[in-house]
């Protein structure tokens, strides 16, 4: 068959079959390379079209497509729609009567399915796989497969087993090709996955992590302040529907109890009934919740097109799990936004979760030597083993899980213990140090003066495209910024600025402590204004940052490389530079516009506190000339805010407004001197804005 009526083939099953006048982008090369019985590596985004990429594929190729899925959830709504399509699909895992499980079974083996999904604990039950190798396999599907590796972010134990049933269920002579796909792998764990799962000659498509369509806002907001800020901004109907990312299960509900008050909102998180998870989850699904608030157990399974908003109440602990979550947002390709709050407080939170997932390694010793070579039945084993060695039910619960996945525990199906190697001990280590490692790239990520989705984009391999900035999130366009509020430099900081330039134009780059030292040797500026003063010439594109370390006494150290861009060098004394200083949240959220408390260590001993920052000048009072001035740009606000269908601060701020009626600006730079009035905003509403203000001076 020639390459052209291969093409006509796969587009006639697409449209007879799904309905789809055309393949996506990658797709339809993704097909040809899995029928060709090539095993495959498919990193895709979410959204993007992955589950068509087997299942084309397995239609194509005939026989039964063995599905590997993580959650319930997912494989009921994979399931789901591929009967709808009259496919003849099945289904085996924990949730169903075993009835329904053995009815499965049995089509399989009558070769009456086109789907068979499973979880991969089912690979642990006596005679489970020895029964699937019965029958030819069309493709098998790993769903989710950065679960597959210990360095990912949602690494499972009976995904990494997997490896070892495939020669089996794939067959001889021609073995079914295998694909793996994820919409979240680094380049190690991809190649650990690869690894895994003993691929032959795989192909790789990694495709495009960006998505052009989310605004990222990162916002340093004490814990307290986050349940006000969260309901103000979900409280605007087109930030709807959302979903909202808790840390814990107790903020979940806390959350969805504020929520319920402005809309239809639920909580869902692992420790409510099975019942009660599957119908939130199928009321969000449906339309008839519009905000759920829920911990990491939500979302895998979700396939709903029109989430406007995805809200952070908290630090992820990997960058790879927050990609994925803020990923369900506009699935749809149109605008949407999502905000990550931050403080202190969720380091420790972190540190907390951290102890309790990765115990001391002397808690898995103790485990380790009360096993032995005879099964041992788990709880058994749990009871005598509490009393023995002065752990609780959930320590020894973690410690045998973790000696599990490292080798040194066996547990079967039925849940019996056998003693297993003695090199768990060096992995466990790695591991857990690797976890703690992941949590602080998600801290210097929030610190990052840099486009977040490109950010995002070099943290998964991708280099070739993370040179691109977005343009939407709050570095790229601060003036568009929702939650965060800009300001524009003051006299002083522009002087620090350019003195800041000069002092980089001779070298390379500078260290940022170093740079502070030299251009402000009397300390007047506090660390955290310098950094903040250095975040605003990043937006400019005056200088750049890039995270380095060295090696010191055994101890690695981190810090920041500072040299000028292009720009930068072009920049003279007299160059003006509109610089934008974050100020913290911006007071309809929160309720104040101070800046955020910046966290710094204490000083060390002999070293000189930092002075208390200066408050801000009050501003000058109206005159009567002004008011009028402001009464009509608020009249013009409160009409254009209706026309665009959006609240009326978002069009302008109170203080902003004020600054308007006060300076009465006649050029767009004299708009784009006044605070919280950036480009984007002069762009929009420019021209109108300063119409109003030249009426308003004619008539005086």
Known sequence: MTATSKSTALADLLQSVFGFARFRAGQEEVCRTVIDGRDLLLVMPTGAGKSLCYQLPAIARGGAALVISPLI?????????????????????????????RQACADYLRDELQFLFIAPERLRVPGFPEMLAKRRLALIAIDEAHCISQWGHDFRPDYRMIGHHLPALRGAPDPAPVIALTAT??????????????????????????????????????????????RRLLAERTRRPAIVYATSRKQAERLAEELARITRAAAY?????????????????????????????????????????????????????????????????????????????????????LNRDYPPVAHLEKVFDVLSDEPQPGEELRSAAVKKLALSEEEFDK????LEIHGGARVDFGGSVTRGGRGWKKTYTVQAQHRAEQFEKVLRYTALSQCRMAALVRHFGDEDDAGRTCGACDVCDPAGAVLRQFRRVTARERELAQAIIDELRPVDYKAAGTLQRSVDPAGRVQRGDFDGLLDAMVRAQLIEIEEAEYEKDGEVRRYRKVRLTPAGLDVRPATPLPLLVSEGIAEEFGGRAAPPVRTRKAPAAGQKSAKKQQPAEPAAPMTAESETLAAKLREWRVAEAKRLGIPAYI?????????????????????????????AKVEKFGETILKICAAGASAR
């Open 73 to 101: 959830s997912l494989m009921e709504d994979q399931a789901a729609k591929l009967s709808a399509l009259g496919l003849r699909v099945a289904r085996i895992h924990s949730g169903l009567e075993r009835a329904v499980a």
């Open 269 to 353: 998180h692992a420790g409510l009934d099975a019942e009660t998870r599957e119908r939130v989850q199928t009321a969000f699904q449906a339309g008839e919740l519009e905000v759920v608030v829920a911990t990491i157990a939500f979302g895998m399974g979700i396939d709903k097109a029109d989430i406007r908003t995805v809200i952070h109440a908290g630090l992820p602990g990997t960058l790879e799990g927050y990609y994925q979550e803020i990923g369900r947002a506009g699935r749809d390709g149109a605008p949407s936004r999502t905000y990550l709050m931050h403080s202190y407080a969720d380091q420790r939170t972190h540190d907390f979760f």
């Open 185 to 230: 792998a680094t380049p190690a764990v991809q190649a650990d996955i690869l690894a895994q799962l003993g691929m032959v000659r795989p192909a790789k498509f990694i495709h495009g992590f960006r998505r052009d369509n989310l605004a990222i806002e990162v916002v340093e907001l004490p814990v307290p302040e986050r349940p006000a800020a969260i």
């Open 651 to 679: 069009v302008l701020h109170d203080r902003a407004l004020n600054a308007v009626a006060q300076t009465r600006p006649a050029t767009p730079n004299q708009l784009l001197a006044i605070d919280g009035i950036g480009p």
């Open 399 to 402: 410690a045998l899980e973790k």
